[in-house]
């Protein structure tokens, strides 16, 4: 069990702690919703922990078979509702690998990244299509 702190601060700002390690980190409220946007917003963190979580998985998978993929890229584009409820619709996915794989490890790639914890946490509600970018 981990436990993360949450101090608002005002101004639709929060100070957000990582208990175990003492690490903390601001959230800003974004522009388009009465925010400075000067921090990464809560719903952005959803989707910086969606590639931190496949690359987390990919790498893991990728280190039994011996495979070492240092410098993977994953980029995560949040798409917002325009209609109330505001909530998070669409997270699209792309990830670069820095070497060539073949078939049997691309699919076990693959099945890490569509397996990671946070893909499986997230509403099957929000789109969250994946593109991979093979060498």
Not at 28 to 51: F, H, I, Q, R, Y
């Amino acid at each position: 069990m981990v436990q993360m702190t949450v101090k608002y601060e005002g101004a639709l700002r929060c100070k957000v702690s990582h208990d175990p390690s003492g690490q903390s980190f601001t959230t800003d409220a974004p522009v388009d919703n009465n925010g400075k946007g000067e921090a990464a917003s809560p719903t952005d963190l959803c989707a910086a922990a969606l590639g931190s979580c496949m690359a987390t998985i990919i790498g893991m998978q990728m280190e039994k078979m011996g495979h070492d993929v240092a410098g993977t890229r994953i980029e995560v584009t949040k798409e917002m509702s325009k209609y109330k409820p505001r909530r998070i619709i669409k997270l699209s996915t792309e990830i670069w690998l820095p070497a060539k794989f073949d078939d049997k490890t691309k699919r076990t790639i693959i099945t890490a990244a569509k397996g990671c914890p946070v893909h499986h946490s997230l509403s099957s509600e929000i789109d969250k299509p994946v593109i991979f970018h093979w060498l």
